[in-house]
């Protein structure tokens, strides 16, 4: 069975960076779909980006174009989430998704598999 594990999380000043991982086990991530979501307080869980099995990318939060990055490495079975220019309203609970459809799925209901999450706080 897959497992996810996120890491990379942290606090960081406003106008910072910060790279999030994804590592798989139990399984290679040539067969997925990844997603990363966000969860911040008393709010819904909401989706990021997406990077398909067939290397398409979309972006499902206006707020972060332009400033976050999706990418994956399949020989090291990771998915990263490069976050550039963050702003406090990034805080939150970053989790990594998968679906073993082809296609990015905008629904929190249409991933499998999940990390247990990895927190981002910007703050100053």
């Known amino acids: 069975q897959l497992q996810l594990v996120e890491s990379g999380g942290g606090l960081v000043q406003p106008g910072g960076s910060l790279r999030l991982s994804c590592a798989a086990s139990g399984n290679t991530l040539d067969y997925y779909t990844i997603a990363w979501f966000r969860q911040a307080p008393g709010k819904e869980r909401e989706g990021v980006l997406c990077i398909s099995r067939t290397g398409g990318r979309t972006n499902y939060a206006d707020s972060v174009k332009g400033r976050f990055t999706i990418s994956r490495d399949n020989a090291k079975n990771t998915v990263y989430l490069q976050m550039n220019s963050l702003k406090p309203e990034d805080t939150g609970l970053y989790y990594c998704?998968?679906?073993?459809?082809?296609?990015?799925?905008?629904?929190?209901?249409?991933?499998?598999?999940w990390g247990q999450g990895t927190q981002v706080t910007v703050s100053s």
């Open positions: 998704a998968t679906t073993g459809y082809y296609y990015c799925r905008s629904s929190v209901e249409g991933y499998e598999y």
